[in-house]
């Protein structure tokens, strides 16, 4: 069972205190990555009898576990404040299976009362290393703090990125908000092009991933600055641009460097995958706007 699985498991047995403490907990993170139980009860402004009985049903949940003489968050108990914040918004209703699993993600169908469906991307950078240094107590704290400052960031980064972009194309998923290490999206119907799905019309599919390239940078003043055909989707006609946390400004004093490597992993892979070949440096030209004209 995933970290995710068991926060959504626990949800619907925690009470108020325990909420509380794993607030608490959350803003100890921030600072020395451990809390213990007088300044935890002083943070959720709880007695602390109260305080230790919370911790306890916490750590018996996976939500948080001891570190010395203190206590610290797990990513169990991230997600599950992060889940609760999009019930109490009602975006939320039921958490449905994997859509996507990858190094830096996780991918969940998530289900509101009347049955729409959205994608909750739930950030995982680092996980591999995080989950060897649990075995090393000692550095535990700095390393959580590291995993919440990183995941946070993605996610926030994230959302940004796709309200920027909200309007301009729906090549650019829709984010319909974010809570701590995690982003609610719209869902999407469609696979990856690293597994080269068959295209209607690979050149038209090209054009359209030109094209929405130039409307980021042109219109929504940013790059993707991580583009490659595992973060393009398609259902064989249309394509998705997903990923956005790496994204910068335009303005940003390396966004040129980065939006000539967005073009030319593109227009690489799809020749070698499909067999269109491109000018690339007319490509580049269309999508920095030094011409207005595509290739």
Not at 63 to 74: P, V
Not at 133 to 148: L, T, Y
Not at 277 to 292: I, L, R
């Amino acid at each position: 069972m995933s970290s995710t699985e068991r926060a959504a498991r626990a949800l619907k047995s925690l009470k108020d205190e325990e909420w509380r403490t794993l607030a608490g907990l959350e803003r100890s993170a921030a600072g020395s990555g451990t809390s213990d139980l007088g300044r935890l009860a002083r943070m959720s402004r709880l007695p602390p009898d109260r305080v230790r009985f919370a911790t306890d049903a916490l750590e018996k949940k996976g939500l948080a576990k001891r570190k010395g003489k203190g206590y610290a968050l797990t990513i169990e108990g991230v997600e599950a404040m992060a889940l609760k914040d999009y019930v109490k918004k009602d975006l939320i209703f039921a958490l449905g299976a994997v859509i996507a699993k990858g190094k830096e993600s996780d991918v969940y169908e998530a289900l509101t009362e009347e049955g729409t469906a959205y994608a909750l991307k739930l950030y995982k950078i680092g996980r591999v290393s995080f989950t060897s240094v649990r075995k090393k107590r000692a550095s535990e704290p700095a390393e959580f703090r590291s995993w919440m400052t990183a995941n946070y960031d993605a996610a926030r980064r994230e959302y940004h990125a796709l309200k920027k972009l909200e309007g301009l194309s729906s090549v650019f998923p829709r984010a319909v908000s974010y809570s701590r290490s995690t982003v609610l999206l719209e869902e999407l119907s469609g696979v990856r092009l690293s597994q080269r799905p068959e295209l209607v019309d690979p050149a038209a599919t090209l054009k359209k991933t030109i094209e929405s390239m130039r409307t980021a940078f042109i219109e929504g003043g940013l790059v993707n600055a991580d583009l490659s055909e595992y973060n393009i989707l398609t259902d064989g006609a249309s394509v998705w641009l997903i990923d956005w946390p790496q994204a910068v400004e335009a303005a940003h004093p390396n966004s040129m460097d980065l939006l000539l490597h967005d073009v030319r992993a593109v227009t690489a892979f799809f020749a070698r995958a499909y067999g269109i070949e491109s000018d690339f440096q007319k490509d580049f030209d269309y999508v920095s706007g030094k011409s207005a004209v595509p290739e």
